[in-house]
């Protein structure tokens, strides 16, 4: 996916997050990062023996500010991309120089044996002269390939910039599933050592007679549940991490750190959130700069028919030629007009290509803009959702935690079942798991978003790449159209 760039940018205007909904990135942020070690010490006596935190031996957390900084100049793609705007920048000085003159050195140095009035010759020769050649008139084809390039090369500028936010939002996605993984996992460590903790319980009564053997082997098939809901859950995050890794060009798992919580801003409001009525950075950008610069290169049928007319200038600067000829050259100039007509047709052939290829890159920039419309119309209602299954989620587990509490006191005086405290602490698991869920789902929304709009690499505090260093500035304009007498025109 890509679109992006410019000034006037477009922006998908949502709902404001609730109170609630912030509180509930907070609670999915204090859930990611407290310690599992420091829960299962206030664990009571007697308990099951605390499990290793996953990140236990992790370096220090890393912001995903921090992570982009620090791999982004380096990704492939971002790579590829500052490449072709260098090609990009030397394809415009090539056509810039067709407009100039060519000037030209030539020396001859040789022997001949020749023969001359009869007589036989053996001559040396040793000249140099200087040339100048000029093309006074080429119907204005050189100078729209220059004024074609210099719109590729704004196009090429803005693919850099779609590279980036691509990269980006690759791995931004990455972090945020590594960061809610990471958020889950405790959550299923505290489950894990709970159920132990109630099956260690309830052996000890089915022992003493005070509970029957259905229960507990009841309380052992929710532990092998939840067994192997941790081990899916550290599997994984795991596997999250390893992904990350690839991303992020890193050679050892140990090189991915632990995720901060992130927190993205709403893009600008103000915008409809299923009209684009600028250029934003980006793909769309670019296409659409290729459909002008496709568009520039198509030539008036005129131009098939016209000549090209060429200055030339000679001038000698020594000649040493023994014996010496009887007439020499020492200045010269001379205007040719030319008509070139291919009789198979290659004239009007290379038109009609160029004018099929400008209606190509036309249509390529409407797809674009229709799927950047399509998307983000649909953005506005997942966010506005995702901040109201935050609300209650976030209600819900407040819910929960009443219930669980006041269960564990139930079901130690008799008034509550073994399989009615299973199930409360089940569905509070299964509240938790789906709070990380909806925050990664507003997470990655705003992400598209930004990335939409033209306004990710601000929002993750990324620099755009330095242009090329010769490559004209934002407020340059692109040169008039060359007129007919114009020369290299």
């Given at each position: 996916m890509a679109v992006h760039h410019g000034s006037g940018r477009p922006a998908v205007s949502a709902p404001r997050c609730p109170t609630r909904a912030w509180t509930a990135l907070a609670c999915a942020a204090a859930l990611a990062l407290a310690p599992v070690a420091a829960r299962a010490q206030a664990a009571a006596p007697g308990a099951a023996p605390t499990l290793p935190a996953p990140n236990a031996a992790a370096p220090a957390p890393e912001s995903l500010t921090a992570l982009l900084q620090r791999v982004l100049p380096a990704e492939?793609?971002?790579?590829?991309a500052q490449a072709l705007l260098e090609v990009a920048h030397e394809r415009r000085i090539q056509a810039r120089s067709r407009l100039l003159p060519t000037l030209g050195v030539q020396a001859v140095q040789g022997r001949s044996n020749e023969q001359e009035l009869g007589f036989s010759v053996d001559r040396r020769t040793s000249r140099a002269?200087?040339?100048?050649r000029w093309n006074l008139y080429n119907s204005g084809n050189d100078g729209a390939e220059w004024r074609a390039t210099e719109i590729d090369?704004?196009?090429?500028?803005?693919?850099?910039?779609?590279?980036?936010?691509?990269?980006?939002e690759r791995i931004a996605e990455a972090y945020?599933?590594?960061l809610r993984l990471q958020t889950v996992l405790p959550r299923s460590t505290d489950r894990l050592q709970a159920v132990q903790r109630l099956v260690e319980q309830t052996r000890r009564q089915a022992d003493l007679g005070k509970m029957s053997e259905a229960d507990a082997q009841q309380a052992e098939a929710s532990l092998l549940d939840a067994e192997i809901a941790h081990e899916e859950a550290t599997a994984d995050h795991d596997s999250a991490r390893r992904k990350l890794a690839r991303l992020v060009g890193a050679t050892a798992l140990d090189e991915v750190h632990p995720a901060l919580p992130v927190v993205l801003p709403a893009p600008a409001a103000g915008a409809q959130s299923d009209a684009i009525s600028a250029l934003p950075p980006g793909a769309l950008a670019a296409a659409q700069q290729r459909a002008r610069a496709a568009r520039e290169r198509v030539r008036p049928q005129m131009s098939l028919l016209a000549p090209r007319i060429d200055l030339e200038l000679r001038k000698q600067l020594g000649d040493s030629t023994a014996p010496a000829l009887t007439t020499q050259n020492r200045n010269a100039w001379q205007i040719t007009a030319r008509w070139d007509f291919p009789v198979?047709?290659?004239?009007?052939s290379r038109r009609n290509e160029t004018e099929r290829r400008a209606e190509a890159s036309a249509a390529e920039a409407e797809r674009i803009l229709r799927n950047l419309q399509a998307e983000m119309s649909t953005l506005a209602p997942q966010v506005a959702q995702a901040e109201r299954a935050l609300d209650k989620l976030v209600r819900q587990i407040e819910?929960?935690?009443?219930?669980?509490r006041a269960g564990e006191l139930q079901f130690e005086a008799g008034r509550r079942t073994l399989a009615q405290l299973i199930t409360l602490r089940d569905s509070r698991y299964n509240a938790e798991k789906r709070l990380a869920e909806q925050v990664t789902r507003l997470q990655k929304a705003r992400l598209t978003q930004l990335y939409y709009s033209g306004e990710l690499l601000p929002a993750m505090g990324v620099a755009p790449m330095p242009r090329a260093p010769e490559l004209r500035s934002p407020g340059d304009t692109v040169p008039p159209p060359f007129n007919d007498?114009?020369?290299g025109g």
């Amino acid at each position: 996916m890509a679109v992006h760039h410019g000034s006037g940018r477009p922006a998908v205007s949502a709902p404001r997050c609730p109170t609630r909904a912030w509180t509930a990135l907070a609670c999915a942020a204090a859930l990611a990062l407290a310690p599992v070690a420091a829960r299962a010490q206030a664990a009571a006596p007697g308990a099951a023996p605390t499990l290793p935190a996953p990140n236990a031996a992790a370096p220090a957390p890393e912001s995903l500010t921090a992570l982009l900084q620090r791999v982004l100049p380096a990704e492939p793609q971002v790579r590829s991309a500052q490449a072709l705007l260098e090609v990009a920048h030397e394809r415009r000085i090539q056509a810039r120089s067709r407009l100039l003159p060519t000037l030209g050195v030539q020396a001859v140095q040789g022997r001949s044996n020749e023969q001359e009035l009869g007589f036989s010759v053996d001559r040396r020769t040793s000249r140099a002269e200087t040339t100048l050649r000029w093309n006074l008139y080429n119907s204005g084809n050189d100078g729209a390939e220059w004024r074609a390039t210099e719109i590729d090369a704004d196009a090429a500028e803005q693919e850099l910039r779609r590279a980036q936010e691509d990269a980006c939002e690759r791995i931004a996605e990455a972090y945020l599933e590594v960061l809610r993984l990471q958020t889950v996992l405790p959550r299923s460590t505290d489950r894990l050592q709970a159920v132990q903790r109630l099956v260690e319980q309830t052996r000890r009564q089915a022992d003493l007679g005070k509970m029957s053997e259905a229960d507990a082997q009841q309380a052992e098939a929710s532990l092998l549940d939840a067994e192997i809901a941790h081990e899916e859950a550290t599997a994984d995050h795991d596997s999250a991490r390893r992904k990350l890794a690839r991303l992020v060009g890193a050679t050892a798992l140990d090189e991915v750190h632990p995720a901060l919580p992130v927190v993205l801003p709403a893009p600008a409001a103000g915008a409809q959130s299923d009209a684009i009525s600028a250029l934003p950075p980006g793909a769309l950008a670019a296409a659409q700069q290729r459909a002008r610069a496709a568009r520039e290169r198509v030539r008036p049928q005129m131009s098939l028919l016209a000549p090209r007319i060429d200055l030339e200038l000679r001038k000698q600067l020594g000649d040493s030629t023994a014996p010496a000829l009887t007439t020499q050259n020492r200045n010269a100039w001379q205007i040719t007009a030319r008509w070139d007509f291919p009789v198979g047709g290659e004239l009007q052939s290379r038109r009609n290509e160029t004018e099929r290829r400008a209606e190509a890159s036309a249509a390529e920039a409407e797809r674009i803009l229709r799927n950047l419309q399509a998307e983000m119309s649909t953005l506005a209602p997942q966010v506005a959702q995702a901040e109201r299954a935050l609300d209650k989620l976030v209600r819900q587990i407040e819910q929960y935690n009443t219930l669980v509490r006041a269960g564990e006191l139930q079901f130690e005086a008799g008034r509550r079942t073994l399989a009615q405290l299973i199930t409360l602490r089940d569905s509070r698991y299964n509240a938790e798991k789906r709070l990380a869920e909806q925050v990664t789902r507003l997470q990655k929304a705003r992400l598209t978003q930004l990335y939409y709009s033209g306004e990710l690499l601000p929002a993750m505090g990324v620099a755009p790449m330095p242009r090329a260093p010769e490559l004209r500035s934002p407020g340059d304009t692109v040169p008039p159209p060359f007129n007919d007498s114009t020369p290299g025109g």
